[in-house]
């Protein structure tokens, strides 16, 4: 069974998907275009597709296939944007070019040969008649690379939060350069406001001054108690924007002022436990302003997973099988899909994709050796895992 669907793969034919993809911009906010071009792909292997628009011109894209027996449902996420290209390339961003065994261009490993691979494997096990028990399907949702709506959107559905198993095809490789995750921190933006009171900026006596109240806060921000994990260790705090006083100058004592603040939160935290510990803390300053602790999009829950999981073995035994030695494992520090398929959900998720190079970089690549035992782990682990 497993020779009937390896011997299809095509390798040439991941690099071709991958260049054509490469050529398609899907920079968040316009994933329309790959998203039909994917469509179009799944159907011509016989799969069922749907079209699930998020907003205009923004739809998240699903195939299926399903043999009719009982069994598990697995299925290969992806997302479909990616950020903007920026500058100094070397190359157009927006075409593959091949030099020196690597394949560059703009979501060359974040994340469109993982996609070309998934495509890869889906084909071949199409093209070989093997009928598999439970689902296979594929998942590909906009704005990842933002605040993350397409993944939400999909677990609103419940024909999705059912899932048994996510294979996220992001390229953590499981090498130095990217171990595979045990689990992923999770995340908070706090945004802040801060209310004062208004008066001449030569009495401020007589007002209360909100930036200054804000940057008391801010200051401050190293008493917030960060939780100790003993895989993960402590979250991390980052002030990420401030704003407030005159917008034309005027002497006023400034009488609002707001901030954000991204807070990677560690298993044993919550969102609402961050919340609330920032609530502590400007109570405990006693300013005379009037501060609303809010959070706003994107937010995640952390998870851990282990070895021990059904779909983390396989991959286990698959990559050992697959590049002849043991993957390397990490609990990262980072935000994934899996931080709501597993996070929110309790889906589990195994991250498995090509080696990457220049993520949100100039000169983005990956290289080209890496897809072929890719695209034949992906369809070990669909035979493993629905056999």
Known sequence: MMDDILKRLDDAYTVKLSEEMIAIPSVTGNEEELSLYIKDKLESYGMKTELQYIAEGRPNIYGILDWGKPGKRLNYNAHTDTVPAGDDWETDPFKAVIKEGKLYGRGA??????????????????DSGVELAGELSFSGVVDQEATDIGAWAMMKEEKWRSLDGVVLTYSYCGDETKPIPLGLTGKVLYNVNVKGKAAHGFRPHLGVNAVEDAAKIIANLDKLRLME????????????????????????????????????????????YAVDDMERLVKELSLKSEVDVGIKPPKYEPYTASKEDPL??????????????????????????????QGEQGIECIHIGPQRGGAHQPNEHVKLEWLPPVSEMYARIALGYLS
């Open 109 to 126: 490993c974040d994340m469109k040969t993982g996609i070309a691979c998934t495509l890869n494997m889906l084909k071949a096990i199409m």
């Open 229 to 272: 994990h003993p895989d993960f260790g402590s979250g991390t705090v980052c002030t990420l924007k401030t704003e407030g006083g005159y917008k034309k100058y005027s002497v006023v004592v400034p009488e609002s002022a707001r901030f954000e603040v991204n807070r990677l939160i560690v298993p044993g935290e919550s969102i609402q």
């Open 312 to 341: 983390m073995r396989i991959l286990d035994e698959v990559y050992k099988e697959v590049m002849g030695k043991e993957p390397l494992y990490e609990h990262a520090y980072g935000i994934t899909n899996a931080n709501i398929f």
